[in-house]
């Protein structure tokens, strides 16, 4: 079975500028998540489609961040514009439904300079 | 307030050794605790799960215990590799209307040294 799919594994930017991060879920899981996480610290929920609806985005910084998943499969996340305290590692996650085991993607790696 | 924490926060064994992480939560309704290994620059891998009835759940050298009346979990390693060098994770999973939405400890990070 594939895993989850994200890109890039790397990005840097300069402050105020925009960045997009694409995720490919594992075929037929429902339920996709995306996570930040900042050095140190655990993975904090941005934001929960269940399909291509949103199920919760109460911790997303919706003036700078934003996120979709058009068709209920693949997701992008993006930032615009990106801060110096963006930098972390932004995790996809999916499930087969909203009760079931997670499956992380590698990550990608966001250094805002 | 729902909250997961973990102990110690970094630790360094010799290759071979066991060793033991704890996770204390106050989790409420209670669904699930997870243990998840995440090796730098890599996303969190499942190594367990257990619900509100299971005490105990092996997987390889790793295994994990949960004291659901004290909220308590455990993950142990025995024989311990260089490759088990990573940052183990603690999550505990509670019910909303929504469905299930997790709590994450900020993790142990564990060393093996030669």
């Known amino acids: 079975e594939a895993g989850v799919a994200q890109s890039p594994r790397y990005k840097i930017i300069e402050k105020r500028q925009s960045v997009a991060f694409w995720c490919n879920p594992i075929?037929?899981?429902?339920?996709l998540y995306w996570y930040q996480q900042i050095l140190g610290q655990g993975p904090k929920l941005l934001i929960q489609?269940?399909?291509?609806?949103?199920?919760?985005d109460s911790q997303l910084p919706k003036d700078r961040f934003s996120a979709e998943r058009l068709k209920g499969v693949d997701s992008t996340l993006k930032i615009q514009p990106a801060k110096l305290e963006d930098s972390a590692v932004y995790l996809c996650?999916?499930?087969?439904?909203?009760?079931?085991?997670?499956?992380f993607g590698s990550g990608t790696r966001l250094t805002v300079v | 307030k729902n909250q997961v924490e973990q102990s110690p926060q970094s630790l360094i064994i010799l290759e071979g050794k066991n060793c033991t992480l704890q996770c204390n939560y106050t989790v409420s309704p209670f669904s699930n605790l997870r243990w998840y290994k995440q090796d730098t620059g890599r996303g969190p891998v499942s190594l367990t799960i257990m619900t509100f009835s299971e005490n105990t759940k092996s997987n390889g050298r790793y295994t994990a215990t949960l004291d659901a009346d004290t909220k308590q979990s455990s993950l142990h390693i025995t024989a311990s590799q260089l490759s088990d060098s990573a940052s183990y994770i603690c999550?505990?999973?509670?019910?909303?209307?929504?469905?299930?939405?997790?709590?994450f400890g900020t993790g142990t990070q564990l060393k093996v040294e030669l």
């Open positions: 075929s037929g899981h429902a339920t």
């Open positions: 996650a999916s499930s087969v439904d909203r009760e079931d085991g997670y499956t």
């Open positions: 999550v505990v999973s509670f019910f909303t209307g929504g469905g299930n939405k997790l709590t």
């Open positions: 489609f269940q399909n291509n609806g949103v199920v919760d």
